[in-house]
């Protein structure tokens, strides 16, 4: 039997995380001032999340009903704003103390 290509597998959340970083960045300039903070966010973010390990975004799509689709959104809009601050919390924190 050969090995399976896990690298097909996934978490849902990864791609739409990162999209919602992208767009939110512009309000947070604090934050967004550098990719490794932003790279930070979106771990924070993904972490508030449950995950949702996929194979093929279209498969996920199909077995959700509308309201745990909106559900899902809502859920990563929150986690990407509670990231924003928490990281920029951080960084004020860090400033404050050099």
Known sequence: ???PDFSQIYNHHEREVFAAV?????DYPDVAISQDLLLDVACVALN??????I????D???????HERLEIDQG?????????????ARVAMR???S
């Open 76 to 88: 990563i809009i929150d986690a990407v704003a509670y990231a924003f601050n928490f990281v920029g």
């Open 48 to 53: 508030r999340l449950p995950p949702r390990y």
């Open 22 to 26: 992208m767009d939110a960045a512009a």
């Open 55 to 58: 194979r093929h975004a279209v």
């Open 95 to 97: 400033n404050k103390t």
């Open 1 to 3: 039997m050969a090995n």
């Open 60 to 66: 996920f799509s199909f077995y959700l009903t509308e």
